[in-house]
């Protein structure tokens, strides 16, 4: 018994006796915007073996957004850094032996599952070449979507509309949790934020909803029927071709 349990332990020995520790820094950064922090929950990232599955690091973002100055303002020189000490970022610290094909998987952000992007890339990490600083910056394309009204299956007696209509509401950010504003950094003026309306399947209503205050977005419609209706909210910036979309169900009753 001494025997085998010391000859699989020279086997786990022999295996492990060259591997490097090798640092790998992945960071998310949203389309248009900052790096994915703490402050909405950070991006989930994966560091697998592409060639069997194996993960090899796993673990959240953490950090701020980043200086905005920085990412959105300055013109970025090359070998120029966009991301600073606080900057939200996951190092991953793998052990390899050699040249080992790496996918990363970054799940963003992790705890909007409505918003939420899957968007990966694939590198070789070289045994004990570190890959710091910026590191790799898988973008994040989207928006955060929130429709607050109507809430998600509402029952709406219809005679409490037929004074005041239906208000819609949504809030809305970046992908990073950076505000959208009018006048602002990310101006509500390039988006175009529109609520489809569906009753019983049918598209029945299509409304721009206003920006009357930081990422709310708000209309209102008349409703006339009873049925199970859908509320689509989209958003678009034809500059970047960024989009998102929330959509809920809900119903009016007699």
């Given at each position: 018994?001494?025997k085998t349990?010391?000859?699989?332990?020279?086997?786990?020995?022999?295996t492990h006796?060259?591997?490097t520790?090798?640092?790998l820094?992945?960071r998310?950064?949203?389309k248009d915007a900052?790096?994915?922090?703490?402050?909405?929950?950070?991006?989930?990232?994966i560091?697998?073996?592409?060639?069997?599955g194996?993960?090899?690091?796993?673990?959240?973002?953490?950090?701020?957004?980043?200086n905005t100055?920085?990412?959105?303002k300055?013109?970025?020189e090359?070998?120029?850094q966009?991301?600073e000490e606080s900057?939200a970022?996951?190092l991953a610290?793998v052990d390899?032996d050699?040249?080992t094909?790496v996918?990363?998987?970054?799940?963003s952000p992790?705890?909007?599952r409505?918003?939420?992007?899957?968007a990966?890339?694939?590198i070789?990490?070289?045994?004990?070449?570190?890959?710091?600083?910026d590191?790799v910056?898988?973008?994040i394309?989207?928006f955060v979507?929130d429709?607050l009204k109507?809430?998600?299956?509402?029952?709406?007696p219809l005679a409490?509309?037929k004074?005041?209509?239906?208000?819609?509401?949504?809030?809305?950010?970046m992908?990073?949790?950076?505000p959208?504003?009018?006048g602002?950094l990310?101006?509500s003026?390039m988006?175009?934020?529109?609520?489809f309306?569906?009753k019983d399947?049918n598209?029945?209503?299509?409304l721009?909803?206003?920006?009357?205050?930081?990422?709310?977005?708000?209309?209102?419609?008349?409703i006339s029927?009873?049925g199970?209706y859908?509320?689509?909210v989209t958003a678009?910036?034809?500059t970047?071709?960024?989009?998102g979309?929330?959509k809920v169900n809900?119903?009016?009753?007699?």
């Amino acid at each position: 018994m001494k025997k085998t349990i010391l000859f699989f332990a020279l086997i786990f020995l022999c295996t492990h006796a060259f591997a490097t520790e090798t640092k790998l820094m992945v960071r998310a950064k949203a389309k248009d915007a900052k790096f994915v922090g703490s402050s909405i929950g950070g991006a989930h990232v994966i560091v697998r073996n592409a060639i069997n599955g194996q993960i090899l690091a796993e673990g959240t973002t953490q950090g701020s957004t980043g200086n905005t100055d920085l990412i959105m303002k300055r013109a970025k020189e090359r070998f120029g850094q966009i991301s600073e000490e606080s900057t939200a970022g996951f190092l991953a610290i793998v052990d390899i032996d050699e040249p080992t094909f790496v996918t990363i998987e970054v799940i963003s952000p992790i705890n909007k599952r409505n918003a939420q992007v899957h968007a990966t890339t694939e590198i070789w990490l070289l045994p004990g070449k570190d890959i710091l600083g910026d590191g790799v910056v898988v973008e994040i394309p989207g928006f955060v979507i929130d429709i607050l009204k109507p809430n998600t299956h509402q029952y709406i007696p219809l005679a409490s509309l037929k004074e005041t209509g239906l208000d819609i509401k949504a809030n809305v950010v970046m992908m990073c949790g950076c505000p959208i504003e009018e006048g602002g950094l990310w101006d509500s003026k390039m988006m175009e934020v529109t609520a489809f309306l569906k009753k019983d399947g049918n598209l029945i209503k299509e409304l721009p909803l206003k920006n009357p205050s930081r990422n709310l977005f708000e209309g209102n419609v008349a409703i006339s029927e009873a049925g199970t209706y859908e509320l689509t909210v989209t958003a678009y910036n034809a500059t970047t071709g960024n989009t998102g979309v929330e959509k809920v169900n809900y119903v009016i009753t007699n």
